[in-house]
């Protein structure tokens, strides 16, 4: 009965360690050249997960971010380069996805979505969902959010 207490006094303690360590160690990701937006963070890095927001097919490159031409292809090619981008700056790749969740403006997009997606992930790609969604910010065709490790 002891030894239950005890468990029962550490183990949230333990568990308000584990949330205090991984706070200390949240890190925002910016990518050189890129704006700062003050509404997201690019990616968070918490312990060794880097948490990339959901990137549309837009170039931030450009003084004003723009959406990239070439539809539903030109905009997955631009979005999944924007993702790419965000996980260099983290310190990490494409190969270290764990999980992406694209969102469509039109769910007939799909296909064609995928023929491009295949081509950043062609050997051993992360779990992924797929879904229409209303609308995406700024009328882009495709919005893509993944998770990796460090």
């Known amino acids: 009965e ?35 937006i003050p509404i997201f963070s690019p990616a968070i890095i918490a312990g060794e997960t880097v948490y990339v927001s959901g990137l549309p097919g837009f170039d931030f490159s450009a003084s004003e971010p723009t959406i990239c031409e070439g539809g539903i292809q030109g905009q997955t090619a631009c979005a999944l380069d924007n993702i ?39 050997k051993d790609p992360p779990a992924r969902v797929a879904y229409q969604v209303g609308s995406l910010a700024g009328d882009a065709a495709v919005e893509i959010k993944c998770t990796a490790v460090l």
Request: aromatic fraction near 10%.
């Open 2 to 36: 002891r030894i239950t207490m005890a468990v029962k006094r550490v183990f949230p303690l333990s568990l308000l360690w584990i949330a205090a360590t991984v706070a200390l160690d949240r890190k925002v990701v910016h990518v050189p050249g890129w704006p700062i």
């Open 84 to 122: 790419k981008a965000v996980l260099e700056a983290a310190g990490t790749k494409l190969a270290k996805v764990v999980e992406c969740t694209v969102l469509l403006a039109d769910i007939g997009d799909f296909e064609a979505m995928n023929e491009v997606y295949v081509k950043f992930f062609d």
